[in-house]
């Protein structure tokens, strides 16, 4: 079965700093991966996509992500964090074109960004 | 453009009460639906989703059932609120297969989700 591991729950970063926020994923092929934000009370945002081609994706809100097959990772960037980028970061991982899951995604448990002045 | 609504935004039930949670789509056909719930600390459950009209799949047992009587509207019910439904509720949309060139492409659109308080 597929999975995702954020393994940060909570990261701080100061405004102006660069930010990584971690995605690790278990599946049996190069599955699609997804990186979505949530602001506090609202729905999820997608902020980028991954499905082949270039491994690093640009994505909205200047942030981009690089997947890197060998490690099973699909982490998430931005150069300079600006105080609006403080919310929930999630990473997901969605199946094989033409399975039978009917489109269905396994989300990671969620990294919280708070950004200092 | 595509849009998906939820209503309400929040809702405070007591225990034992019904519950109907409704969630609509625009400017697409043939969606995908989904319904998850987050509590607090815990990300997204996948309670339901839906590939058609009146085709609905549970993804984990509990006191909750969904519905979807027309092609862009997806309900989500109870008979009778436990403590434990207390949550954000969130719907998402993404484009049914075989629908034209982005079919398959599993991406998700997420509704503003609704607040919900059992007491």
């Known amino acids: 079965a597929q999975s995702v591991t954020q393994p940060d729950i909570h990261i701080t970063v100061s405004e102006g700093a660069s930010l990584e926020l971690r995605c690790n994923y278990s599946?049996?092929?190069?599955?699609?991966l997804f990186w979505y934000v949530q602001s506090p009370g609202q729905g999820l945002q997608l902020l980028l996509k991954?499905?082949?081609?270039?491994?690093l994706v640009q994505g909205i809100k200047g942030f981009e992500a690089e997947f890197k097959r060998s490690q099973s990772s699909f982490n998430l960037r931005k150069p300079s964090v600006h105080w609006s980028d403080a919310a929930e970061y999630f990473c997901a991982v969605g199946p094989l074109a033409g399975g039978t899951s009917y489109g269905k995604l396994t989300f990671g448990q969620g990294t919280i960004l708070t950004v200092h002045p | 453009s595509q849009t998906i609504h939820q209503w309400p935004a929040t809702l405070v039930q007591p225990v034992g009460s019904p519950l109907s949670l409704e969630c609509t789509v625009e400017?697409?056909?043939?969606?995908?639906l989904y319904w998850y719930r987050q509590a607090a600390g815990r990300g997204l459950q996948l309670l339901f989703y839906s590939v058609g009209i009146g085709q609905i799949s549970s993804e984990v047992p509990q006191n909750l059932s969904a519905s979807r009587p027309q092609d862009r509207q997806f309900i989500l019910s109870s008979k009778k609120l436990l403590l434990s439904d207390s949550g954000f509720y969130l719907c998402?949309?993404?484009?049914?297969?075989?629908?034209?060139?982005?079919?398959?492409?599993?991406?998700?659109?997420f509704g503003p989700g609704t607040r919900l308080t059992v007491t």
């Open positions: 599946y049996g092929a190069t599955p699609y």
């Open positions: 400017g697409t056909s043939n969606p995908n």
């Open positions: 991954y499905f082949s081609g270039d491994t």
């Open positions: 998402a949309w993404s484009v049914g297969p075989g629908q034209g060139s982005s079919g398959g492409t599993y991406e998700q659109y």
